[in-house]
């Protein structure tokens, strides 16, 4: 078993209180936590302002790129230590988490680092009534002390999604992850250690509601960035209003996969299967509502059962598991009481119930599920589930398909598949959501591509120029060329200076 400790002003830390840790796949204690309170989290926040307000916020855009990369370099030199102890962490099966759990996140801290440049200049144009009088500038500067929240779903990914551009664009951070997932974030401030990243820089704080609202509340934090559940995301906002702090918040969805008449079959259904049933259906911007027209419902009936009966699930080390646990077994009895909800309300169970023989006694598994004949306001199609449940709804009319699809408070990610690309592309037009696929799902660029939802799904950006930006505050600065004061309008105020 093991401790984990806080990571504050470059240095680990112990605390008081401690929160227990269990494999998903067994159920098996594996760590203990601390459960920080408020003396841990000034500490953090103070080491975060010194930071700050020491050379790291002057350093330029490309040194801070630098450090990005020596985090990644540092961070893939544990590259196979540290897929064997996310396994094990978050259940992530083992085909799964060396490219999503691991590689990933090492992607894009140097995808990060190469956006540099965005901020290596200050945008500038002249005055428009006449050139010569002066010139305008904008630049970009850090918004100070960034508290970060991360989820227990992609632990490093949604560290590095946060901590990256928070640091390239000259803000320091406390991070506060979940405690069920302490793994990836253990060794992200591992790699500040070893790629020689100024204290303070990056501080980690363990713990639960204690540790989050005190964080929230800080008079010296700036900038609150969070991932996870809509009705914590809403907390965050209204406790964030009452020192005026800036927001980023990415939260749930209920995104559709909306199938149009001439889709390909065996794409969307693949397709589909992979965004909802992936990581055992722990994704925000996983696709689970299938929206099938009546004239190919029962088509895509048969193939989802065929396709869906041969999901394996199974303990994350094995690598024959298409899918591992989910996280906890109060995640566990969520999923099981949507679905029997789901039942009771006249869906139809096509794939799911009974897991399969073997499986350990302690593992939080649920079978891969695909309820069918449901209609929108079904609770396992209008709630998020956050497991490995796929909902299956028939429609007549396109535009009936898209007032389905938009019929949710989330706004979060959708797909549309068919073959006529220039009517998938109007339908997908008009789904209500930040990031929307045709004809795939579950692709991103953080390089290039912002993910902002709509709703409830969120509040601001993440990812992208706008997503940097997000970590920026901007300064209009103007500069006056000329020395010529009668022609300014300081006559108004003085037409008797001469």
């Given at each position: ?190 790699a500040a250690i070893d790629a020689d990243l100024p204290p303070g820089v990056i501080n980690v704080i363990h713990g639960d509601r204690t540790a989050g609202q005190a964080l929230v509340a800080h008079p010296d934090v700036d900038l609150v960035s969070f991932t996870g559940s809509t009705a914590v995301g809403a907390q965050i906002m209204a406790a964030a209003a009452a020192t005026t702090k800036e927001v980023i918040l990415e939260l749930g969805g209920k995104s559709p996969a909306l199938i ?239």
């Amino acid at each position: 078993m093991r401790t984990f400790n806080n990571f504050v002003d470059g240095a680990w830390v112990k605390a008081e209180g401690v929160i227990e840790v269990d494999d998903p796949s067994t159920g098996e204690l594996i760590g203990l936590v601390p459960d920080a309170g408020q003396a841990e989290v000034d500490a953090a926040v103070a080491a975060a302002r010194r930071a700050f307000d020491g050379p790291w916020s002057r350093l330029t855009p490309a040194d801070r790129a630098d450090a990005l990369r020596r985090l990644a370099s540092a961070l893939e030199s544990r590259f196979d230590e540290l897929i064997d102890e996310m396994i094990v962490d978050t259940g992530a099966t083992a085909r799964f988490c060396p490219m999503l759990q691991v590689g990933s996140p090492l992607a894009h801290l140097r995808d990060f680092a190469e956006m540099a440049p965005l901020l290596a200049e200050p945008e500038s144009f002249p005055l428009d009534t006449n050139p010569s009088f002066g010139q305008w500038e904008l630049h970009r500067e850090p918004v100070g002390v960034v508290a970060a929240f991360t989820p227990y779903n992609f632990p490093l990914f949604m560290c590095v999604w946060k901590i990256a551009p928070a640091l390239l664009a000259g803000n320091t951070v406390v991070l506060k992850p979940s405690p069920l997932t302490p793994v990836g974030p253990d060794a992200l401030a591992q790699a500040a250690i070893d790629a020689d990243l100024p204290p303070g820089v990056i501080n980690v704080i363990h713990g639960d509601r204690t540790a989050g609202q005190a964080l929230v509340a800080h008079p010296d934090v700036d900038l609150v960035s969070f991932t996870g559940s809509t009705a914590v995301g809403a907390q965050i906002m209204a406790a964030a209003a009452a020192t005026t702090k800036e927001v980023i918040l990415e939260l749930g969805g209920k995104s559709p996969a909306l199938i149009l008449p001439d889709a390909d079959a065996e794409a969307a259904v693949r397709g589909t299967l992979f965004s909802s049933m992936m990581h055992a259906g722990q994704a925000c911007v996983a696709t689970t509502r299938m929206l099938v027209p009546d004239s190919r419902y029962d088509e895509f009936v048969a193939l989802l059962e065929e396709r869906g009966k041969v999901i394996k699930v199974g303990p994350a080390a094995d690598y024959e598991s298409d899918i591992g646990p989910v996280i906890s077994e109060a995640a566990r009895a969520r999923v099981e009481k949507i679905v029997a909800a789901s039942l009771e309300a006249g869906g139809r169970m096509l794939v799911g119930g009974e897991l399969p023989a073997g499986l350990p006694e302690g593992g939080h598994y649920v079978a891969p599920t695909v309820l069918v004949d449901l209609d929108n306001a079904n609770p396992a199609a209008s709630e998020e589930i956050f497991g490995p449940v796929l909902s299956v709804i028939r429609y007549s009319t396109v535009e009936e398909a898209i007032a389905i699809a938009n019929d949710t408070p989330y706004g979060l990610a959708a797909a549309v598949w068919g073959t006529d690309l220039v009517e998938a592309r109007r339908v997908a037009r008009q789904i209500r959501a930040g990031l929307t696929w045709v004809n795939d799902a579950a692709v991103a660029d953080v390089k290039r591509t912002p993910l902002s939802g709509r709703g409830m799904s969120g509040v601001g950006a993440e990812n992208g120029k706008d997503g940097l930006f997000a970590y920026t505050k901007v300064r209009s600065l103007y500069t006056a060329l000329d020395n010529n004061l009668d022609a300014r309008a300081y006559g108004v105020v003085g037409s008797e200076w001469d």
